[in-house]
C-alpha cells in the first residue's frame, strides 16, 4: 500500500485537470484533462500526458481553442491513445474533438451534419483490433419548429480519423412537448467491433415521470443487430453503464 511514486504535470504556470487516466498494454500511463493556457483570457486546451510506469514523463500534447477539455482516453494493443474532448467557445455551441496520439497521429472534429447549429458533447470512445475508433457523442438542437431533439450519435473513425458512417443509435421513444430524445450513458465496443450501449427514454404512451432503459447493439458496418427497452413496474428506468 506504500506510494511507489507521484508526479505532477504543469503548463504554463497556470490550474491543469485531469479528467480520464488508461493504462496501455506496454505499462504507459495516459492521462488527459484540461490546461489552461491563457490565464488572462481563459483558454484552456485538451491536454493529454504519457509516463512510462515508474513515473518517468514521456511527453504531452495540448490541442484546441477556447475552452477545450480531454473526457475519455482508450489505448490499443500497439499502445497508441485515442483521446475523446470537448470545445466550445466558453460554454456555448459545443462539439467534439477526437485524437489519435502514436504510431499515427492526427486530430479531428464533429459538429453534427443537421443544420450546424447542434450542440455535441462526448460520451465514449473504444478503439477495435483493427485500428477502427467509435466515438458516441450526443446531439440536441432546435428544429424549425423550436422542438428540441435529443439524441446519440455513433461515429466510426478509421486507423486515420477518416469518417467510415456516422449513426444515430437507436432508441424507443416519442416527442412530447418541445422534447424529443433518447440519453445515452455508456458505450463499449469489442474487438470485432460491435458496440453495446445503454441509457434511457420515454416510452410512447406513458407518463412523462415514466423512463426505460434502452440497450441495443450495433455492428461494425453500422446496422443494428438489436433494441430492447426495460421497464420495472412503470417506474423511472435508467440505464447507466455497460460492460
Do not use: C
Not at 498494454?25 to 491563457?38: E, F, K, L, M, S
Not at 504510431?103 to 450546424?116: H, K, M, P, Q, R
Amino acid at each position: 500500500g506504500n506510494t511507489a511514486w507521484k508526479k505532477s504535470w504543469d503548463n504554463l504556470g497556470y490550474s491543469d485537470a485531469a479528467s480520464d487516466i488508461v493504462i496501455s498494454p506496454q505499462g504507459n500511463i495516459v492521462v488527459t484533462g484540461t490546461a489552461i493556457a491563457d490565464y488572462l483570457d481563459e483558454h484552456e486546451k485538451m491536454a493529454t500526458v504519457i509516463y512510462d510506469e515508474d513515473g518517468n514523463f514521456q511527453t504531452a500534447f495540448s490541442e484546441g481553442n477556447d475552452i477545450t477539455i480531454g473526457k475519455k482516453v482508450v489505448t490499443n494493443k500497439s499502445g497508441d491513445a485515442w483521446v475523446l474532448g470537448e470545445s466550445s467557445y466558453f460554454g456555448e455551441d459545443p462539439f467534439t474533438y477526437v485524437q489519435r496520439i502514436g504510431s499515427v497521429s492526427w486530430l479531428t472534429s464533429y459538429a453534427g451534419s443537421v443544420n450546424g447549429e447542434e450542440d455535441v458533447t462526448p460520451v465514449s470512445i473504444a478503439v477495435d483490433s483493427s485500428g477502427f475508433a467509435y466515438a458516441a457523442v450526443q446531439v440536441d438542437y432546435k428544429d424549425a419548429n423550436n422542438t428540441e431533439h435529443y439524441y446519440p450519435i455513433l461515429l466510426k473513425l478509421d486507423p486515420q480519423g477518416v469518417p467510415v458512417w456516422e449513426k444515430e443509435i437507436p432508441g424507443i421513444y416519442e416527442s412530447e412537448g418541445l422534447t424529443a430524445g433518447f440519453v445515452l450513458r455508456s458505450v463499449v465496443t469489442n474487438e470485432a467491433g460491435k458496440s453495446f450501449y445503454t441509457g434511457y427514454s420515454k416510452p410512447a404512451g406513458e407518463p412523462s415521470s415514466s423512463l426505460n432503459v434502452i440497450t441495443g447493439r450495433i455492428n461494425s458496418a453500422g446496422g443494428t443487430d438489436w433494441l430492447d427497452s426495460f421497464d420495472h413496474a412503470e417506474l423511472a428506468d435508467y440505464g447507466i453503464s455497460v460492460a
